[in-house]
């Protein structure tokens, strides 16, 4: 009987990677081989900083690596009107995947319609451009029940995907929550997990419970791993 890490192909595991440049101190350079390395490794996309989404869009052109860029990062605490623009000038500047933070005080306040709202607004915008929405939650900050009924509101909203954490907060990725938010979604919507999948067992883990979608910094560790581990297993079965 056959694993579930047997039966992964490299294209499975490189396109459920959105590899990160996102921290506020990476210079251009750093951004320039970030990118290169994301169309080497062939991955989903890049997750840029706003300012650096024209310079990935150029540095990916060609490839078929998405350029992708957050909204309201990374508190959340940003106006609808200021989250729409950010969205508007990211698609314009490249962006095809946008990760927007949710208004976490809001939902904490259980001003539900508030964040639905707020969602859909930017889902309308990116939609339009045939663009992709992912909601973070911040779950360091939520409850369970806080954690499902944001799942709940993402999917109302029309969004694409419902993701844990921007990387900043104190915790990020868990299994529990992981396997709770893909529980609290419908099949459509997808799963990211983000802050603290730095090893192919613990991406291989999350993508066995049904995440679909992994923001990353060690990109090339764990696929070099991914390759490793499968040449040795075609050389074992041929010994």
Do not use: W
């Amino acid at each position: 009987m056959t694993s579930f890490f047997d039966r992964l192909s490299y294209t499975d595991v490189a396109k459920a990677i959105d590899h990160s440049l996102l921290r506020p101190e990476l210079d251009d350079a750093f951004v320039e081989a970030g990118c290169k390395l994301a169309v080497s490794y062939d991955v989903a996309s890049v997750c840029a900083r706003p300012r650096d989404v024209e310079r990935a869009r150029d540095l990916l052109s060609g490839s078929n690596v998405a350029v992708g860029t957050v909204i309201g990062f990374p508190h959340g605490t940003s106006r609808t009107e200021t989250k729409v623009f950010e969205s508007r000038l990211a698609l314009q500047n490249g962006a095809r995947e946008l990760d927007m933070v949710i208004d976490i005080g809001a939902l904490i306040s259980g001003n539900d319609r508030y964040v639905e709202e707020q969602i859909a607004e930017v889902v309308e915008v990116a939609h339009a451009e045939g663009a992709l929405v992912k909601v973070i939650l911040e779950n360091a900050y939520l409850t369970d029940e806080q954690k499902v009924r944001g799942c709940h509101l993402v999917e109302a909203a029309g969004a694409d995907f419902v993701k844990t954490s921007t990387g900043f907060a104190p915790t990020g990725a868990t299994i529990e929550d992981l396997k709770l938010m893909r529980r609290s979604v419908s099949p459509r919507i997808g799963v990211k997990a983000a802050h603290g999948i730095r090893t192919l067992d613990a991406l291989v883990e999350v993508l066995e419970i049904g995440v679909t979608r992994v923001g990353a910094t060690q990109t090339a560790a764990m696929l070099d791993e991914f390759k490793a581990r499968k040449a040795a297993a075609a050389a074992g079965a041929r010994s």
